[in-house]
């Protein structure tokens, strides 16, 4: 996750007249001067249009003395930047030591040892903000642990000689990312509060477009969550089109990636499929290697899901080759099973019965039952197409021991009881299996199965 501090779109001239006549509002003008300090074009539509003022002739200096001033007081605020940018890189690279430090504490603890002024440092926050977007999936218990320490650093930010806008931009950006922390752990109603907590504080910030953005691409899965998907998608669209300003195409192709989940969940395969197509080409593969891989997968998923199966099927190998420089086992368990539901799809039966029958073991041998669950049901709509009703009845009925050991949830041992009743009173047919998944998958919450990458 890397994100520059000062970018933001290029100003007309309007804008820069209103910079020069002094009428940009504060948080504005901050904004604008910080670009400028950046972007030698904009530096020099502003110095081209700097007035001369009126004089007498014998006393009024030349167009190119106001210049040379304005370039001079450019030149010493970018010195200034020059200086705060080597001790960010100070700060950055001291941040690794200071974490191991309190890294095997109890949190209680490493919030008191945060008190320590060595932590309260801008390279430190960045720190803990990038740990915790990696642990967002594997632990998001630990990343809210992370991004409340985030919250603690920056409060103390702006009293730390980094000026109070930083620290409000600081506690903005930590909000926003606990915010979606508490929707991936199913806290809605506290997400929600977050992300107003989040937009206050980014009013007295730096009003930079890419925390703006941020906050609109992280709303979207909230959104979506709630089902509110006309909500999540106009989010996701304002977002994608800040980073189309700022010039940031990865940004871009990550928020595409999760408007493409939005579209997914809403039932909308090809416009889902789009974005994810789109995605790929925006996404920087050096920066989150497995975004690549997830986007691969969920494009694979919508063109089954829209019936493209041909399509569908002439990216596994692909997908395959990335999962196995990045992935986990699991991860392969899932894009197998895809591959044996597009070989079912494509009347490819035998072979889609070897795959999911492959795939069903292994789920159950890792535990993970509810998948376990879903492939058997695809298996059994395998069988069913084959007309083999006792092999039917017998997926069914060595199910229902397996997943009652197990002590799974009450829904899904009661929709696998349905399937069983059916199979033995040969009263299945497709949609009625189809029927029970869809059960399923909306106790989960899923509509389908999903590698882990979702921001």
């Known amino acids: 996750m890397e994100e520059t ?7 007309d001239r309007e804008t820069l007249m209103q910079y020069l006549n002094g009428a940009l509002p504060d948080g504005a003008s901050h904004a604008l001067q910080r670009h400028l300090l950046l972007c030698p074009a904009c530096e020099e539509r502003l110095v081209a249009l700097t007035p001369v003022p009126a004089s007498s002739p014998s006393t009024a200096p030349q167009e190119e003395d106001y210049q040379d001033l304005i370039r001079r007081l450019l030149d010493s605020q970018r010195a200034e930047v020059a200086a705060i ?17 309190i890294a095997p504490e109890p949190q209680e603890r490493r919030r008191l040892m945060i008190d320590d002024p060595r932590f309260q440092t801008w390279g430190f926050f960045e720190l803990l903000i990038d740990r915790a977007y990696e642990a967002i999936q594997e632990d998001p218990r630990a990343a809210e642990d992370l991004l ?8 103390q930010l702006g009293s730390a000689g980094y000026g109070p806008a930083a620290g409000e931009t600081a506690q903005a950006r930590a909000w926003i990312w606990l915010a979606n922390i508490l929707r991936v752990q199913g806290d809605f109603q506290q997400a ?4 107003q907590t989040a937009e206050q504080h980014l009013s007295s910030g730096w009003l930079d477009p890419l925390d703006e953005a941020l906050l609109l691409e992280l709303k979207g899965p909230l959104r979506r969550s709630q089902g509110r998907f006309e909500e999540a998608i106009e989010a996701l669209d304002a977002a994608i089109g800040i980073y189309r300003e700022v010039n940031e195409p990865h940004l871009q192709g990550r928020a595409l990636g999760i408007k493409g ?43 089954h899901d829209a019936g493209q199966n041909a399509e569908a099927a002439s990216l596994i190998v692909d997908a395959r080759r990335l999962i196995e420089q990045m992935g986990r086992r699991s991860d392969l368990l899932r894009l197998r099973w895809t591959e044996g539901k597009i070989a079912a799809a494509r009347g490819r039966l035998k072979t889609a019965e070897t795959i999911l029958g492959e795939v069903r073991e292994a789920f159950v041998e890792s535990t993970l039952l509810f998948d376990a669950a879903l492939v058997s049901l695809d298996l059994a709509t395998v069988y069913l197409r084959q007309h083999r009703a006792e092999e039917t009845k017998r997926l069914a009925a060595e199910m229902i021991p397996v997943f009652r050991a197990r002590e799974v949830h009450r829904e899904i041992l009661a929709a696998l009881i349905v399937f069983q009743q059916a199979a033995e009173m040969e009263q299945l047919t497709v949609g009625r299996i189809e029927e029970i998944a869809a059960r399923l998958r909306q106790a989960r919450g899923n509509p389908q199965p999903r590698l882990g990458t979702e921001a």
């Not at 940018?85 to 430090?101: K, M, Q, S």
Request: glycine share 8%; proline share 5%.
């Open 5 to 11: 501090l000062e970018t933001m779109p290029h100003p």
């Open 85 to 101: 940018r080597h001790g960010l890189a100070a700060e950055r690279a001291a941040a690794p030591g200071l974490w191991r430090e």
């Open 148 to 155: 409340r320490l985030a919250i603690d650093i920056a409060g």
């Open 192 to 195: 929600e509060e977050a992300f």
């Open 261 to 303: 989940l939005v579209l997914q969940y809403k039932g909308s395969f090809e416009g889902a499929a789009d974005c994810f197509r789109t995605s790929l080409f925006l996404i920087d593969g050096l920066r989150e290697p497995r975004l690549v891989l997830a986007n691969q997968y969920n494009l694979i998923c919508c063109l």
